[in-house]
């Protein structure tokens, strides 16, 4: 995330946690797991106009952490995410970022205009990437909600189009094709205070039990979304991939299924 660049632009954070560096991935249980530098990814160009240089060359002594340390980062990440999906034979594709490319949320997401221009971004840059590299849940933490959408199709925010597909209902959860499109999730319920979800019609937004209709939210994308603290499972089993949000007292937010389709 964009707090651990400073003030060396994340050098010092990646040795001491050990990390290979700023993208990698690892393999368990069948599953590739992804883990990307969205900070690489956004719009930095338009978030520097809007910020008169902030973000990253706000903080950091170099400028060209933004300039073209990142930039050229940005290249390098997305040359690496085409390639490790057209070679990985996992069954299970699951990616881990900062910034969320779909959010309701008011911090990181679509509720405020900064929000909007990193989302945006990162959907020009990554979205179809990893929609044709077949990713089955896209994870970000940015905003303190907690927000599952439905699966997404195409986003072109440049003409402002965007493509979905629903779920099969099922009890206490909704379950997915594999193959359609990406779910994005954002899970931010285990720090800062929940902020509210983006929602124009006044709906209350905390959900203490999953439910089986989808919420007519703000955005078309969200098939759940809630305010509280919480904690997201994901299991993987021989034939489906399972997510699942819980509260502290141990109430079921969300569960979905992605299954493999018939044969």
């Not at 930095?44 to 990142?70: M, P, Q």
């Not at 969320?100 to 979205?127: V, W, Y």
């Not at 124009?200 to 989808?214: E, N, T, V």
Request: charged share 30%.
């Amino acid at each position: 995330g964009p707090k651990d660049l400073p003030p060396d632009c994340g050098e010092g954070f990646l040795r001491r946690l050990g990390l290979p560096g700023r993208h990698y991935a690892i393999r368990r249980a069948g599953a590739l797991l992804m883990f990307l530098d969205s900070n690489h990814a956004r719009d930095y160009e338009a978030l520097a106009r809007r910020n008169a240089g902030g973000g990253c060359a706000k903080r950091c002594d170099r400028v060209s952490c933004v300039r073209s340390d990142l930039r050229l980062s940005d290249e390098k990440q997305a040359s690496w995410i085409t390639k490790t999906l057209l070679h990985d034979k996992s069954r299970w594709r699951v990616v881990f970022l900062h910034h969320p490319l779909f959010s309701a949320g008011n911090r990181k997401g679509f509720g405020s205009k900064t929000g909007r221009l990193s989302a945006e971004g990162l959907q020009r840059k990554l979205f179809r990437r990893l929609r044709d590299g077949k990713v089955d849940i896209v994870i970000a933490s940015g905003d303190p909600i907690y927000e599952r959408s439905i699966q997404v199709l195409d986003a072109n925010p440049d003409i402002g189009t965007t493509h979905f597909s629903g779920g099969a209902i099922g009890h206490l959860r909704v379950v997915f094709r594999k193959g359609v499109g990406p779910i994005f999730v954002v899970t931010g319920g285990a720090g800062a205070e929940p902020r509210k979800v983006a929602n124009p019609f006044g709906i209350p937004l905390i959900d203490k039990l999953a439910r089986a209709d989808r919420p007519d939210y703000s955005q078309p994308w969200v098939g759940e979304a809630a305010v509280e603290p919480h904690l997201v499972y994901i299991r993987v089993e021989d034939d489906r991939l399972i997510l699942s949000a819980w509260t502290p007292r141990g109430e079921l937010v969300d569960r979905i299924e992605i299954r493999e389709p018939a044969r």
